[in-house]
């Protein structure tokens, strides 16, 4: 199994400019999500969805889109990249609370680090 | 959201216990303890959650008090490979799922 894969891992934007981060889990986890985590903070939420077709805003969802299409992928869509958005991006997924598995602790992608100049 | 406390940072000698403490004192009954660590540049990883009863798995234990207000994460012999980043957080069975990450514990280990 792959787990979490997010690319690219490195990427340097432009103000202003948009781009998608990819995430894609080969799990079959109904729940996927999206953090950032700027220099030497913790994990804020971003954006998280439950299963396709639900998406839901988290603690800091101004700035980024998602869609959630299929199971596997969650792409995060930076509409207008500024300076502020300059962090490293996780992408997790877990089964969820509610499908009656056991085990649903998260699993973490490797990250993305997104510089924006 | 019910929210969890946890110290700043710890130091501990190498192979030694740990035992990192989290107080979560507004937890309700249907929210399961989670714990993840983050070593440096690295994305966080599970290490063990419970709901009520002590938990143990090949990672670390888990115990928690008799009224779910404050648990605890046990490393049974710290090594240098253990320094971290470690956060508790609760996740709602009854809830959206969700998981909002606090600040965790930053976790020394002396040779």
């Known amino acids: 199994n792959a787990g979490v894969t997010q690319t690219p891992k490195f990427q340097v934007l432009k103000t202003g400019q948009s781009m998608t981060l990819q995430c894609a889990q080969d799990m079959n986890h109904e729940y996927m999500s999206w953090y950032r985590q700027d220099p030497g903070m913790g994990l804020r939420l971003i954006h998280y969805s439950v299963g396709a077709g639900i998406t839901d805003q988290g603690e800091v969802p101004n700035g980024y889109n998602v869609s959630r299409s299929t199971t596997e992928d969650f792409p995060l869509r930076l509409l207008s990249a500024a300076p502020s958005q300059t962090s490293v991006y996780f992408c997790a997924s877990s089964y969820s609370v509610t499908g009656g598995h056991m085990n649903y602790g998260y699993t973490f992608g490797s990250g993305t680090r997104l510089t924006v100049v | 959201d019910a929210k969890t406390t946890q110290p700043n940072s710890m130091e501990s000698n190498e192979e030694e216990p740990v035992h990192l403490p989290c107080n979560h004192s507004t937890i309700s009954g249907t929210d399961y303890i989670h714990w993840y660590r983050q070593l440096p540049s690295q994305g966080p990883e599970y290490v063990i959650h419970?709901?009520?009863s002590n938990v143990n798995n090949r990672m670390a234990s888990l115990a928690i008090a008799e009224d779910r207000k404050s648990s605890t994460l046990i490393l049974h012999r710290a090594t240098l490979r253990d320094a971290a980043v470690y956060y508790c957080?609760?996740?709602?069975?009854?809830?959206?799922?969700?998981?909002?990450f606090g600040k965790g514990t930053r976790l020394h280990i002396l040779p």
């Open positions: 957080i609760l996740r709602d069975l009854g809830g959206d799922d969700k998981i909002i």
């Open positions: 419970g709901l009520t």
